[in-house]
Structures are given as structure tokens and as C-alpha cells.
């Protein structure tokens, strides 16, 4: 190579080199200010902080039931003295985040097509799916629930239609980004042979994409399972509305008891979707990840 072209090229490369580097602190500077912005804003003060922590602490060991190796069994039955009602409500928990997410994601499923930019022809029904899809995740699930309950009143209904709502938003638009990450040459080879609109979804997308749809619906349930935990704030049924009220009337035991059980329903149920998840997926591909 010519030594005047080595020459050039190094200064060129030294030159992008400092220009990315420029960039680089510019992005620094940008997110250190907005980490201060967002601090000052947010009202964020280490004094407090350190002054609250304690308080904080003496709440959650307030909660914490007195337990005597004498008396053991008798202890746990007085902390746990209600369980019987706390399960059906943690049951109707997860019947509630089970159901919103089979309705919220049969939602999602018909919009998030329409919504991918690579399998529709028409800009205005993608725009209005896209928007659809914004305006039901936007909105959180405890504001729906109160909408719901005002509509439908007290009960796990309301519950059921704001999961469902926010969960339809939520995975149409995961949904809609698998699609658009698709191999096309499927999709050219149905409509090479005359397939609709409707066939190249069908034998063309879903099944490219049904692994990460399952995946990602599953994490979908274990979310509004714990959604669900929360709703019963509002009226919204669910073993919420049992936690809430032991908080109101400074019941602490039950308080630590009632999210023991919270924690334990979740785990089950993260533990069964990671199982069915491998199932579906094939441990083969894990083991290659």
C-alpha cells in the first residue's frame, strides 16, 4: 500500500475515533443531566432517605408474627388464621389474571397483524391499530379498574376487563414487533401462489412467530397475576382487597401473611410458565442460547 494512502487512512481513522468519542461524552453530559433533572424533580433526598430507612424497617418488622419453638403450630394457625378465605381469594387472583389474559391477548393477537408495517398495505390502518394498541397499554390497569367499577361495579369483573384491556395493548404491540422481524420469504412464496391476505398470516407468519407469542404471553399471565394482587385496592376483587384492608385497620400479622401468600402464588406460577415455556420452545434451543 502506498504510504500517503497508510497515512490517510490513519488520519481518517483517528478522526472518526475522536468524533466518537466526542459523541460518547456528549450522550454522558445529556444523562447526567437528566439523572439530575429527574432527581431535582423527583424531590430526591439522601437525608431523608437515610431518615426514613428505619421507619421503613420497623413497619415490615411490625408485620412479622411472634413465633415460639413451644408453640409453634399454635402460633402459625393465630398468623394464618384465615387461610382458608385467603385462598379463595388467591384463587379468584388468578382466575382473574388467567382470564384478562386469555381475552387481552385474543385481542392483541387480531390487532398486532394490521399493526406491523411489513404486512399491511394501507398506512391508515396500521396508524389506527398503532394507536389502539397505545391508548389500551397507556392507560393503567388501576384507572380502568375504576372506570370498570363504575360501570360494572364492585368485583372481579371490573378486574378481568382492565387486565384485559391493558394486556391486549400490551402484547399486540410485542406482538406486532415479532412480526415485523419475520423471514419475507414465506410471505412471498403464499402470495406467489395466490394466497390472501388472510392465508399468508396463517401458513406464512404465525407459525414463524407462535414460540415468541406463547413466551411472551405467558410472562403477560404471571404480570397480571400480580396486577390482579393490586386491583383489589379499588373494589376490583381479589386477594388485594383482603390485603387492603388489613393495612387499613393496622393488622400487621396478616399483612405479612397475606404477601407471603402473594409471593408463594407467584412463584408457583412463574415456576409452571417457565415449564410450559420449555415444552413449548424445546430445551435443545435453550441449551444452544
Known amino acids: 500500500?502506498?504510504?500517503g494512502t497508510i497515512d490517510g487512512f490513519e488520519r481518517g481513522y483517528r478522526r472518526q475515533q475522536a468524533e466518537k468519542r466526542l459523541r460518547t461524552l456528549g450522550f454522558g453530559l445529556v444523562l447526567v443531566a437528566a439523572l439530575v433533572a429527574s432527581a431535582i424533580i423527583g424531590e430526591v433526598d439522601p437525608s431523608r432517605l437515610a431518615a426514613g430507612l428505619p421507619q421503613a424497617w420497623a413497619y415490615v418488622w411490625g408485620t412479622v408474627p411472634v413465633l415460639r419453638a413451644d408453640s409453634l403450630g399454635a402460633d402459625l394457625g393465630e398468623w394464618y388464621w384465615g387461610l382458608g378465605s385467603w385462598l379463595r381469594l388467591a384463587g379468584e387472583t388468578v382466575l382473574m389474571g388467567f382470564t384478562g389474559t386469555v381475552l387481552g391477548g385474543v385481542a392483541g393477537l387480531l390487532l398486532c397483524f394490521p399493526a406491523s408495517r411489513?404486512?399491511?398495505q394501507g398506512r391508515a390502518l396500521h396508524f389506527a391499530c398503532r394507536r389502539i394498541l397505545e391508548v389500551a397499554r397507556t392507560v393503567p390497569e388501576l384507572v380502568y379498574a375504576l372506570i370498570f367499577v363504575y360501570a360494572f361495579g364492585l368485583?372481579?369483573?371490573a378486574g378481568v376487563l382492565a387486565i384485559a384491556v391493558h394486556t391486549?395493548?400490551?402484547?399486540?404491540?410485542?406482538?406486532a414487533e415479532v412480526n415485523e422481524n419475520v423471514d419475507a420469504g414465506p410471505i412471498e412464496g403464499v402470495r406467489a401462489a395466490g394466497g390472501t391476505w388472510a392465508m399468508v398470516m396463517r401458513l406464512a407468519v404465525l407459525p414463524q412467530v407462535l414460540p415468541n407469542f406463547a413466551s411472551y404471553a405467558l410472562l403477560r399471565f404471571e404480570i397480571n397475576v400480580r396486577a390482579a394482587s393490586a386491583l383489589g385496592i379499588v373494589g376490583a376483587g381479589g386477594i388485594g382487597e383482603e390485603l387492603y384492608l388489613s393495612v387499613r385497620q393496622f393488622?400487621?400479622?396478616?399483612?405479612?401473611?397475606i404477601l407471603l401468600l402473594i409471593i408463594a402464588m407467584v412463584s408457583i406460577i412463574d415456576l409452571g410458565c417457565?415449564?410450559?415455556?420449555?415444552?413449548l420452545i424445546g430445551r435443545d434451543a435453550l441449551r444452544m442460547v
Open 1 to 3: 500500500m502506498i504510504p
Open 118 to 120: 411489513n404486512l399491511v
Open 155 to 157: 368485583g372481579p369483573f
Open 168 to 175: 391486549a395493548g400490551a402484547l399486540g404491540k410485542l406482538f
Open 251 to 257: 393488622e400487621y400479622p396478616d399483612i405479612s401473611a
Open 274 to 279: 417457565e415449564a410450559v415455556r420449555h415444552r
